[in-house]
């Protein structure tokens, strides 16, 4: 199982690439990385655009597309997956309390039999998502603009297995400012990162 993170945004609204801010001291990259990892991906791949940064226990791709939106960085990650991987679960950077736990849920719905699926929140369909090597394809067609798998998701949801991981993390993510003084503050507190 691959993990995938999607960290390639300039964070417009926010004012700075939220891959590099820190949230309780670690950097958004840096916790999404050890989130995937510590959830049992390997390898895991990161996609970077606005800013380039060593990113420890990860390999790092470069999206030169990453002005357009979420898809070319899918896109790049999908191009970037190794040959041995037989499916990918794709998180992003800016959801902080996407958990451990949350990511073990997806990769033991793949063992049971999943070849695709997604976490839900409140039965909404959110991240991590998880695609099976035989399903990257139609995902890479499919990730155009600013949306990732959402349009996969849609067009073959009679193929997904819907995970719920209301009661162990949250796809909250940080657009603003304010995102980040309140997810700060709840990460302060040492919730909800079980794991």
């Avoid at 979420?70 to 040959?83: F, H, K, Q």
């Avoid at 839900?120 to 155009?144: D, K």
């Avoid at 304010?178 to 997810?183: I, K, P, Q, S, T």
Wanted: with cysteine; proline share 5%.
């Amino acid at each position: 199982m691959a993990g995938l993170l999607l960290a390639a945004g300039s964070g417009r609204r926010l004012g700075r690439p939220k891959a590099l801010v820190e949230v309780g001291g670690e950097r958004l990259v840096d916790r999404g990385v050890r989130t995937l990892t510590a959830g049992g991906c390997a390898p895991v791949m990161v996609v970077l655009g606005a800013a380039e940064t060593a990113v420890r226990g990860a390999h790092t791709v470069h999206n030169p597309d990453w002005r357009t939106g979420m898809g070319s960085s899918v896109r790049a990650g999908i191009d970037a997956l190794p040959d041995a991987a037989d499916a990918v679960l794709i998180a992003l950077a800016d959801q902080p309390l996407v958990t451990p736990e949350a990511v073990r849920r997806l990769v033991r719905a793949h063992e049971q039999g999943a070849r695709a699926a997604v976490a839900t929140y409140q039965g909404n369909q959110r991240n991590p998502v998880l695609l099976g090597r035989e399903h990257w394809s139609a995902a890479y067609a499919m990730a155009v603009h600013d949306v990732g798998a959402r349009p996969f998701l849609r067009a073959y949801s009679h193929l997904v297995t819907a995970v719920s991981c209301d009661d162990i993390a949250s796809p909250e993510d940080i657009d603003t400012v304010e995102d980040l003084e309140r997810l700060s503050v709840v990460l302060d507190r040492g919730s909800p990162d079980r794991g």
